[in-house]
Every structure is written in structure tokens, then in C-alpha cells.
């Protein structure tokens, strides 16, 4: 079978990438192992959630996914709060941009569902689902999967995740840690209405945060140590409830816990982009500290980024496709990552005077007037 690009992983990233790269006309193979259960409005939501920034929805709307989206669900926040003690926060508000919103939180699989659905309506897509790649050649562009199917194409798109197939076939190689903590997630049923906002208090063991969805539902983010999340996990639900509201800042209404999970954090970058015929986006290309929720926002840029580079050159010109994608991503992941990095290290340090420093920073950013503002535009996507 013969394409002009493969692409390895029908995530996010991937399902993104296959319809920028079929909209200009060229034939594309998406693959991926895993299928997903359809959606029902009856379910509660899944606990993979992610924060779209407004770049990620304008690309999606482009791509004409977003109406399928908010056919199914996404809920819209307006504003977010940023603080470690009381009396020390920063505030952001869309009207203070004057925009309608900040993003929208929807949960992965919807996001999934909602670019298959675009995908299997493409003429110019071929969505292979339930295949694995058991060979791929990346000098060749060819991949053999499972069911001995051989794929040929021009290039090969590794969005196949942090442990990709097709970067280990390149031989690039990964620098990067894991992280001492791990993401405990939540969903529950709040007895309450509550506000379109969501917020982050920063703790020396890591954040507590709160994450809005539709009707009455949120998903709580709380960070730990590996033991501390261990006991989190075998605690019961009754247990589980009373630790959370312990734990939690007073501004968190009663709730019902639904489901609960936990993920390791870690910080990977390739070493390079691409080799031989094969570029890599989204998470076979960085995996970042989820603190800002800028993951799959980051990935949907390197989608925008390469698509651009794509429409600048011939499919032929490979190399300058993915140098140009490169120039323009590296940099700006890299600092995103290491931005990352510092306010985590900053607010989990107990040192006293950086403790008293740190609050000081909240408490004038919120009054920082146009500088705030143009770092809200920036987050959320308005500013590349």
C-alpha cells in the first residue's frame, strides 16, 4: 500500500497531523493499536483530561474538529487562580483580555473520537486501527504491520508517544528524568454549582489543583511523592474522600468521589527532531511537566509548526520540511520545558526567605497591570 505519509499514532497529535497533512492533498496512512470506546453522554467523564488553550481550539476549528467536539462535550473556564497562601494569589479573568474564555477542558478520548470522526469522513485518509508496526524502516519510509500489511510512503510522522517505536527505529535518542512525583487524578460529582474557574494552590509537596467539566463534575489533580501516592491508591473511596478534603483548600465544595488514578511525571526531549525520513511531534518529541497543562497544547503547535513547513516545501524536500519544523519548535518547547521546571523547583523549595520571595511574586503579579495581561495572552495562545 502506498501513501505519501504514514503516520504512527492516532492520538491527539496524530489524528491533528493527519488532517493538516490531508487537507493539502497528500494520501495519508494514520495507524494505531488501540481502539476506543465510543462516547455516551450518559458516562461520567474519563480522568485523562486535557486544558485546550485557544491556539489548540483555533486549529482545531480549522481542521473542522471542533464542532464534533462540542458536539460531545468541552466545557469552557474563564478564569484562573494561582496561590500558595492566602492573601498572596494571582488572579486571571478573560474579560481582562477581553476574550470569551481562557480554554476549554476536554477529556482525550473526546478529543480522540471527535478527529477519528474527521479522519474516516477524509478521502484522502486511511484510518488503520487495531495495527501494530512489528518493522519499520526509517530510511526507506516503510512499515510492516502486524497483519504483514507493508506500507510505503514518503515520510514517516512518529506521534506514537513518549515510548516511541518509530524514534527507537531512527536511533534518536532522549535526554531527560523522571520526576520524584506523580499526578493523582480524581473525578468526582460536586453537591454545589460552582464558578467557570480553575485553580492551582502551589504546596512544597507539589500543586492541588481543580480542573472544571461539565454539569457538576471536576477532576482534582493532586501531586505527591511515590509513597504518598501509593497510599492515596489503596485507600477506599470513604478514606480517600475524607484525605482529599483534608488535604484541600477550603474553597473545594463537598463532593462524591467517582474514580481515581495516578500517572508517573517525567521530562523528555529528543535529541533531535527527525532522521532520515522520519519527524517526530507532540510526545515522541518532548513529554513536559503537566503543571501548566501545556502537554497536548504543545503538541497541536508542533502539528501547526510542521504543516506550515509542509505547505513552504515539496514532499520531496524532506529535509528542508523538517529542518524548517524544527528551527521553529526546538526552541520554543525547550523554553516552555525549562519554564516548567523552575516554577516547580521554585515552589516546592522549604526555604523560608524563598518561601516569603515566592509570594511577593504572586501578590505583584496580580497587580503587574499590561504585563500580566500579555503573559495571559501567551498562555492561553493568543501570542505565539
Same mark, same amino acid.
Given at each position: 500500500?502506498?501513501?505519501?505519509?504514514?503516520?504512527?499514532?492516532?492520538?491527539?497529535?496524530?489524528?491533528? %497531523?493527519?488532517? %493538516?497533512?490531508?487537507?493539502?492533498?497528500?494520501?495519508?496512512?494514520?495507524?494505531?493499536?488501540?481502539?476506543?470506546?465510543?462516547?455516551?453522554?450518559?458516562?461520567?467523564?474519563?480522568?485523562?483530561?486535557?486544558?485546550?488553550?485557544?491556539?489548540?481550539?483555533?486549529?482545531?476549528?480549522?481542521?473542522?474538529?471542533?464542532?464534533?467536539?462540542?458536539?460531545?462535550?468541552?466545557?469552557?473556564?474563564?478564569?484562573?487562580?494561582?496561590?500558595?497562601?492566602?492573601?498572596?494569589?494571582?488572579?486571571?479573568?478573560?474579560?481582562?483580555?477581553?476574550?470569551?474564555?481562557?480554554?476549554?477542558?476536554?477529556?482525550?478520548?473526546?478529543?480522540?473520537?471527535?478527529?477519528?470522526?474527521?479522519?474516516?469522513?477524509?478521502?484522502?485518509?486511511?484510518?488503520?486501527?487495531?495495527?501494530?508496526?512489528?518493522?519499520?524502516?526509517?530510511?526507506?519510509?516503510?512499515?510492516?504491520?502486524?497483519?504483514?500489511? %507493508?506500507?510505503?510512503?514518503?515520510?514517516?510522522?512518529?506521534?506514537?508517544?513518549?515510548?516511541?517505536? %518509530?524514534?527507537?527505529?531512527?536511533?534518536?535518542?532522549?535526554?531527560?528524568?523522571?520526576?520524584?512525583?506523580?499526578?493523582?487524578?480524581?473525578?468526582?460529582?460536586?453537591?454545589?454549582?460552582?464558578?467557570?474557574?480553575?485553580?492551582?494552590?502551589?504546596?512544597?509537596?507539589?500543586?492541588?489543583?481543580?480542573?472544571?467539566?461539565?454539569?457538576?463534575?471536576?477532576?482534582?489533580?493532586?501531586?505527591?511523592?511515590?509513597?504518598?501516592?501509593?497510599?492515596?491508591?489503596?485507600?477506599?473511596?470513604?478514606?480517600?474522600?475524607?484525605?482529599?478534603?483534608?488535604?484541600?483548600?477550603?474553597?473545594?465544595?463537598?463532593?462524591?468521589?467517582?474514580?481515581?488514578?495516578?500517572? $508517573?511525571?517525567?521530562?523528555?526531549?529528543?535529541?533531535?527532531?527527525?532522521?532520515?525520513?522520519?519527524?517526530?511531534?507532540?510526545?515522541?518529541?518532548?513529554?513536559?511537566?503537566?503543571?501548566?497543562?501545556?502537554?497536548?497544547?504543545?503538541?497541536?503547535?508542533?502539528?501547526?509548526?510542521?504543516?506550515?513547513?509542509?505547505?513552504?516545501?515539496?514532499?520531496?524536500?524532506?529535509?528542508?520540511?523538517?529542518?524548517?519544523?524544527?528551527?521553529?519548535?526546538?526552541?520554543?518547547?525547550?523554553?516552555?520545558?525549562?519554564?516548567?521546571?523552575?516554577?516547580?523547583?521554585?515552589?516546592?523549595?522549604?526555604?523560608?526567605?524563598?518561601?516569603?520571595?515566592?509570594?511577593?511574586?504572586?501578590?505583584?503579579?496580580?497587580?503587574?497591570?499590561?504585563?500580566?495581561?500579555?503573559?495571559?495572552?501567551?498562555?492561553? $495562545?493568543?501570542?505565539?
Amino acid at each position: 500500500m502506498s501513501y505519501d505519509i504514514c503516520i504512527l499514532g492516532a492520538g491527539m497529535v496524530g489524528g491533528a %497531523a493527519a488532517l %493538516a497533512c490531508a487537507n493539502m492533498g497528500y494520501k495519508v496512512a494514520l495507524i494505531d493499536a488501540h481502539d476506543i470506546e465510543p462516547f455516551s453522554s450518559d458516562n461520567p467523564p474519563d480522568l485523562r483530561v486535557s486544558a485546550l488553550n485557544m491556539h489548540s481550539v483555533t486549529l482545531l476549528k480549522t481542521l473542522d474538529v471542533w464542532s464534533e467536539v462540542r458536539a460531545m462535550r468541552a466545557t469552557a473556564y474563564t478564569g484562573l487562580s494561582c496561590w500558595e497562601h492566602e492573601g498572596f494569589k494571582t488572579v486571571f479573568n478573560a474579560s481582562d483580555i477581553q476574550a470569551e474564555q481562557l480554554g476549554f477542558f476536554v477529556e482525550n478520548r473526546v478529543l480522540q473520537l471527535a478527529l477519528w470522526q474527521s479522519c474516516r469522513e477524509h478521502e484522502n485518509i486511511d484510518l488503520l486501527i487495531g495495527h501494530r508496526p512489528v518493522d519499520i524502516d526509517a530510511s526507506e519510509a516503510r512499515v510492516v504491520l502486524d497483519d504483514t500489511t %507493508a506500507i510505503q510512503s514518503q515520510i514517516i510522522i512518529a506521534a506514537d508517544g513518549a515510548h516511541s517505536q %518509530a524514534r527507537a527505529a531512527s536511533k534518536i535518542g532522549v535526554t531527560g528524568w523522571q520526576y520524584a512525583q506523580c499526578a493523582n487524578l480524581f473525578t468526582v460529582s460536586i453537591d454545589m454549582g460552582f464558578s467557570a474557574e480553575t485553580w492551582q494552590q502551589f504546596t512544597p509537596d507539589g500543586p492541588l489543583a481543580f480542573l472544571p467539566m461539565h454539569d457538576n463534575y471536576a477532576c482534582l489533580v493532586w501531586y505527591s511523592d511515590k509513597a504518598t501516592s501509593d497510599e492515596l491508591m489503596a485507600n477506599a473511596n470513604t478514606q480517600l474522600t475524607t484525605k482529599i478534603k483534608d488535604t484541600f483548600p477550603n474553597c473545594l465544595n463537598d463532593f462524591i468521589l467517582l474514580d481515581k488514578a495516578r500517572f $508517573g511525571l517525567t521530562r523528555q526531549h529528543a535529541n533531535a527532531y527527525s532522521s532520515d525520513r522520519v519527524v517526530l511531534l507532540g510526545d515522541a518529541a518532548h513529554t513536559i511537566n503537566p503543571l501548566a497543562g501545556q502537554g497536548v497544547n504543545l503538541g497541536f503547535k508542533d502539528v501547526a509548526a510542521f504543516a506550515d513547513a509542509l505547505r513552504q516545501h515539496n514532499l520531496a524536500q524532506f529535509k528542508d520540511i523538517f529542518t524548517c519544523y524544527e528551527q521553529q519548535r526546538r526552541p520554543q518547547n525547550l523554553l516552555m520545558m525549562s519554564a516548567m521546571d523552575v516554577i516547580y523547583a521554585t515552589f516546592s523549595n522549604r526555604f523560608k526567605p524563598l518561601q516569603l520571595l515566592r509570594n511577593i511574586a504572586l501578590k505583584v503579579a496580580d497587580n503587574s497591570g499590561p504585563l500580566k495581561r500579555q503573559v495571559l495572552k501567551y498562555a492561553i $495562545g493568543l501570542h505565539k
